[in-house]
């Protein structure tokens, strides 16, 4: 888009709804900033002070959060997780979405109801029928049970989320495809798939999103292991029961959160870079 | 995954080898509710040491933190119960542990001696934090250490003349509130937005006033109609007093826990009404040179409430696989030794009459010491609690209804409530 | 083939042409192993679960040991619990009332972000929210609308005299939806954007050319051209709003105790019941509010499905 289209295209709800994009992104921005802020301070100026800029950076917090709560296994294990279960997700997801949604035949409705039913299910409900089953399969405290339970309480929303983005493709592409003499796997993998890369980069992160923050099931199927969400829980508790050290505690939260943002800026740079190309601009 | 394989393998041949070399195979596995890092996890775990090397046997612990009763139920319904002794309150452990109807029985460990003294466990514990233990069908489902109560917290440095000479009945305490306001001062604080807390005010005032049985049997009531009695609305009436007397400070009910209790260790108030393990909250916060100090709830009509009391401590499954070594460690945990560093190093009170408290809460200590304590706590009526009492507390406190309005509103909501029970 | 993509009508036929040939036999094969493994792997660790959770809520039950057999009595007991009403009100208020805002906000967003400068800036920030734990926004939160806190002292220093307590418990709620307002409309503003990026330039350029304000481009190009997009984020904001759960605990809880009754919604109802903080677990009348989410999810997805599939029923 160039600078000419836009100003011939400003109207009057434009320039009105223009300030509260601006004042939510400086918001937002002021969170991020605020908490990064707050783990750079002392306590007494995060209770105290709340506002104001540290009298000096405490880069120390950082240390003390990472060696107290030791992070270091949390983070390799949550990785494992993210990935696995975002990659596993869309491997399952996607397929499934797609004769959902581009296939006429007779279940199509019935099962694409069943999967979003699955988004009504609270985890709570179903957490002790699934600790047995993992019981059961020898996979309490195991990354691989925490990784199917990840992967399938995805699924409802993932199946759900990618129906729509292959619903939105026009049909004629399927049948250029085969006239062009693809199979329907190929036609899949070759023409469908990369059309909607936007809307798995989309998935992928929001699952990442989850995952990488997920605490009641890790809590209930995890025992030894520890996933970063576990580490940060209990380290709140801690600081929580002994005298909150704010400082520290925010510096513990940003070493969670920023891996996050940064996988988000990462991958949105990508998610653009993937629109881009798919549509030859 | 590979990752996580190799260190499993890496841990399975290390087990290996210590048994090996070791020559014997017992051990439990502990599950604490003390997170790594905070001063009663230091305690246990140096028992723990201590316990293996002196028994052999290897006490394999697991810092689960508060949730530690909550994630260990769900293992009840397999085979693999993954601990041998499990860490909780009282609550936890008689309501929902016993609950699973899979907890032991521990008489026996009451009947044992404590570890290396002459006095039984029954004897260390007492009979009222033994009567706590036990389920409501009779099983002794709890070994507990520790214990906490509530009191009113004050800074010693400005008011030395309170540390030894605490106000003895609410009228006393009235008056140095309205002192305190004389000076301008907001002397209450109260992070209202617990409604537990909020409760606390009310409960103790009724509890003076009728006696623990008659304000426990409130509850149960299925006509609702002993919230009209004459003295709930005494006890009602003294809280719609507090509500309109001016003693919180403004938007106390408008601000994120623990901000209040914060702001009070800060100095923006006199006097807070909290557990005994308040100072390790709130110490960070505190203003400089602040000096702990607490009294318990004066007297009410002549009358001074007892204490209510939470206690801390371990519970056994049914389907621990060494249940016998797991009785051994409680009895060995509750020595002497290791309950002076509950004291002195957690900062807590031990269930022992012998190891004094650290000197902030060492008046609530000689009460509890003494069995002023809350004898018909055991019923549970959380339920009915969170769903109809706290509401309506809350709006009492608010100065949002009187104290009229709260004993009729209760009365019908109660009828409504077990009515809704069938 | 992306000029190919270009030169087509994204607006689908119609009508559906019937027969099978042997591209549409091959296509019929497909199904099973692409349907399959994500089946199989759904029902085995949510459905059949579930379906233990309907037997439950028949049932009272600790969670663990002996279960007795209560019939009908959880979702009695349930419906005629007066905080189960307030809950499933406020949770429909959730529904509703959060939910148009976040649209509002969320459509408004994407309208304005097609043509502003800035844009990918603004639209990495305004997914920040989704991205910051819970419990650090409940802390912000706490210090942001303290009496004491900034919001007050700016609100002063511009001239109101009496900002409101936000967090006073008639404030709460609403204090409550709006944060949750503004931590969804993010998440939904960019999966809006990602659908809205897929429609070819050539559209918009041409009804500029046509003079159609950004307005009228967004109704007559972008909603049209997402609107499967739209009605799936329908579904999950509607299914989000009745799980509504976590926000709610770390806003207004604290260690151990659960918020004031005022602010619970269905799924604190739930929770409330199978992790009391004090009494007996009641995994009995925690399913039986779960099977109703359930039922409910069923329900709102069918109506939005109908409400929102007139495009979808004209496809193939």
């Keep these: 888009m160039t600078t000419r289209t836009v100003r011939r295209s400003r109207g009057p709800l434009f320039l009105l709804a223009m300030p509260l994009a601006w004042s939510l992104a400086v918001f937002d921005l002021f969170v991020v900033g605020w908490m990064a802020l707050s783990s750079l301070k002392t306590t007494r100026e995060v209770v105290h002070d709340p506002w104001g800029l540290p009298a000096q950076l405490q880069w120390g917090n950082y240390a003390e959060a990472w060696t107290s709560a030791a992070f270091g296994e949390g983070v390799l294990n949550s990785l494992l997780l993210v990935t696995g279960s975002g990659l596993g997700t869309i491997l399952l997801a996607a397929p499934a979405a797609y004769v959902l949604s581009r296939f006429r035949w007779r279940l199509s409705g019935p099962v694409t109801v069943l999967f979003a039913m699955g988004l009504g299910i609270p985890g709570p409900a179903i957490m002790i029928p699934i600790y047995l089953g993992l019981d059961r399969m020898g996979l309490i405290d195991s990354l691989t049970g925490l990784l199917i339970v990840y992967i399938a309480t995805n699924l409802p929303f993932s199946v759900f989320f990618l129906t729509a983005f292959f619903a939105s493709l026009p049909r004629e592409l399927e049948e250029a495809a085969a006239l062009d003499g693809s199979g329907p796997y190929h036609t899949y993998w070759r023409v469908m798939l990369p059309l909607t890369r936007s809307g798995l980069i989309a998935l992928f992160i929001l699952q990442a999103i989850g995952d990488w923050g997920e605490t009641f099931f890790a809590l209930s199927f995890l025992r030894e292991q520890k996933t970063i969400s576990l580490t940060l829980l209990n380290f709140v508790q801690t600081m929580q029961y002994t005298g909150a050290r704010w400082s520290v505690l925010f510096a513990g939260i940003c070493i969670v959160v920023i891996p996050l943002l940064l996988l988000y800026l990462w991958m949105s740079s990508r998610l653009i870079e993937g629109i881009a190309a798919g549509y030859g601009k | ?422 | 083939m992306a000029v190919r993509l270009l030169e087509r009508t994204p607006a689908r036929p119609a009508v559906r042409r019937e027969g099978v040939g042997p591209f549409e036999a091959a296509r019929r094969r497909m199904i099973g192993p692409f349907l399959l493994p994500a089946l199989v792997c759904y029902t085995l660790v949510m459905i059949v679960p579930s379906v233990f959770t309907v037997w439950i809520s028949f049932n009272d039950w600790a969670g663990a040991g002996p279960m007795e057999w209560a019939g009908l009595g959880n979702y009695t007991e349930m419906v005629a619990d007066p905080v189960f009403g307030r809950s499933f009100a406020n949770t429909m208020k959730i529904l509703f009332g959060v939910g148009a805002a976040v649209f509002v906000i969320a459509f408004v967003l994407t309208m304005l972000l097609q043509d502003m400068a800035g844009r990918k800036f603004v639209r990495a920030v305004v997914f920040f929210p989704s991205l910051v734990p819970g419990l650090v926004i409940a802390i912000l939160w706490g210090f942001l609308l303290d009496p004491d806190g900034l919001a007050t002292s700016v609100l002063k220093s511009l001239g109101v005299p009496d900002p409101p307590l936000w967090l006073a418990p008639e404030n709460m709620f609403t204090t409550v939806m709006a944060g949750m307002t503004w931590l969804a409309a993010g998440t939904y503003t960019v999966i809006f954007m990602a659908a809205a990026d897929r429609i070819p330039r050539t559209f918009y350029e041409a009804a500029e050319l046509d003079g159609a304000s950004a307005a009228r481009r967004f109704w007559h190009i972008t909603v049209p051209l997402t609107w499967d997009v739209i009605g799936v984020c329908a579904v999950l904001w509607a299914i989000g709003a009745l799980k509504t759960f976590e926000f709610v605990l770390v806003f207004a809880g604290a260690a151990g105790s659960l918020p004031p009754t005022d602010l619970w919604t269905f799924s604190v109802y739930a929770y409330a019941g199978a992790f009391p903080s004090d009494g007996v677990p009641r995994y009995g009348i925690a399913s039986a509010a779960a099977v109703l989410t359930m039922v409910l999810t069923v329900v709102l997805t069918l109506l939005v499905r109908r409400v929102m599939g007139r495009r979808e029923r004209t496809d193939y």
């Design chain 2, 1 to 422: 995954m590979k990752v996580g394989a190799a260190i499993v393998a890496v841990c399975l041949l290390t087990a290996c080898g210590g048994q090996a070399s070791g020559g014997g195979d017992r051990e439990i596995t502990v599950w604490s509710m003390w997170s790594e890092g905070e001063p009663n996890q230091k305690v246990l775990a140096e028992a723990a040491a201590d316990f293996e090397k002196e028994t052999g046997v290897k006490v394999r612990t697991q810092w689960k933190g508060r949730t530690a009763v909550k994630t260990f139920l769900p293992s009840l319904n397999t085979d693999h119960v993954p601990a041998d002794l499990v860490e909780g309150n009282n609550r936890e452990l008689t309501r929902q542990f016993a609950a699973t109807k899979a907890a032991l029985d521990l008489s026996d460990v009451y009947q044992a001696k404590v570890h290396g003294e002459q006095a039984t466990v029954a004897e260390t514990v007492g009979e009222a934090y033994r009567r706590m233990a036990t389920s409501a069908d009779g099983v002794v489902t709890q070994v507990p250490y520790q214990v906490s109560t509530y009191g009113w917290f004050f800074n010693g440095k400005a008011f030395p003349e309170l540390v030894t000479a605490p106000p003895k009945t609410w009228e006393e305490f009235t008056a140095l509130l309205e002192a305190q306001k004389a000076k301008g001062r907001k002397p209450l604080g109260q992070d209202g937005s617990i409604p537990n807390y909020n409760a606390r005010y009310l409960e103790h005032f009724a509890r003076a006033i009728m006696g623990d049985e008659g304000w426990h049997a409130l509850a149960p009531d299925r006509t609702g109609r002993g919230w009209l009695k004459p003295e709930v609305l005494q006890a009602a009436t003294m809280v719609e007093k507090l509500a309109k007397g001016g003693y919180f400070p403004d938007g106390f009910n408008a601000t994120k826990f623990p901000a209040m209790q914060q702001k009070w260790a800060g100095g923006e108030s006199d006097f807070l009404y909290q557990g005994t393990y308040l100072p390790k909250e709130v110490a960070p916060y505190a203003a400089p040179g602040f000096e702990f100090r607490a009294f318990r709830f004066p007297a009410v009509a002549g009358k001074t409430p007892t204490l209510n009391v939470t206690t801390t401590g371990f519970g056994i499954p049914k389907k621990a696989r060494n249940a016998a070594d797991a009785k051994r460690f409680v009895a060995f945990f509750l020595q002497r030794k290791y309950q002076e560093k509950v004291s002195t190093v957690a900062l807590e009170m031990s269930v022992r009459k012998d190891v004094p408290a650290a000197p902030q809460i060492a008046d609530l200590k000689k009460a509890l010491d003494s069995g002023e304590i809350n004898k018909a706590d055991v019923v549970d009526s959380g339920d009915f609690t969170s769903k109809v009492l706290l509401p309506l507390s809350d709006q009492l406190l608010f100065g949002k209804i009187s104290a009229a309005e709260f004993t009729t509103r209760m009365a019908e909501q109660a009828a409504a409530y077990w009515k809704s029970k069938g």
